[in-house]
């Protein structure tokens, strides 16, 4: 089974670093490289007893790309919608991916999570913001908070990896729905 999730935030939020953490990659220290338009990163994901193929889709969060988001949306399982706890004017933009890449696939709750993500460095990472979550129209979806240490990634890839998994079971759930009906004729 295959499931595509599509990464999702305002720029410089952390998209880049969460998908780096998630697949193991070394997290870069330095100049800031913005993503431009897409950056597709794979990985296998144990769940129950099956072998799932996740690709995660950073999608660059500057509105340049606007344009591509249509193309980008195509086919999606699940969104995971990032969010600096210490910007929440952050917000409305999330609001505008999820009608986007979350509303035209029809995706329910379980396809959806929100993370409040802090990346930082050492002491700076041991003391996240408080996060209360979402306060405007997607404060029902699922959310965590996972703060990401670049330095001492293990933590913060343990918390996402688990967050991430409950999003990982609700698509795959949904597309095994999918595929029984198609069979079924429905």
């Known amino acids: 089974m295959e499931l595509k999730i599509c990464v999702l ?3 410089r939020v952390g998209k880049t670093a969460l998908c780096r953490a998630l697949t193991e990659q070394p ?3 330095g100049d ?4 431009c ?64 890449f979350a509303q035209p696939n029809s995706l329910t709750m379980k396809q959806c999570l929100v993370l409040g993500l802090s990346v930082a460095r050492g002491a700076e990472a041991a003391a996240p913001p408080i996060w209360a979550g979402l306060r405007g129209k997607l404060k029902k979806l699922p959310s965590g908070y996972v703060a990401l240490d ?3 990634p293990d933590a913060g890839r343990k918390a996402a990896g688990d967050l991430l998994d409950k999003l990982l079971w609700g698509c795959l759930a949904q597309k095994k729905d999918m595929i029984e009906r198609s069979v079924m004729g429905e």
């Open 9 to 11: 935030g305002s720029s």
């Open 27 to 29: 997290l870069a220290d």
């Open 32 to 35: 800031y490289q913005p993503t």
């Open 37 to 100: 338009a897409v950056r597709i990163q794979e990985w296998t994901r144990q769940l129950g007893q099956e072998h799932v193929k996740v690709q995660l889709w950073d999608v660059a969060g500057g509105s340049q790309f606007q344009n591509y988001w249509e193309l980008m949306s195509k086919g999606v399982d699940g969104v995971l919608l990032l969010v600096d706890p210490s910007q929440p004017e952050q917000e409305r933009q999330l609001e505008q991916l999820y009608l986007h």
């Open 150 to 152: 670049i330095s001492a």
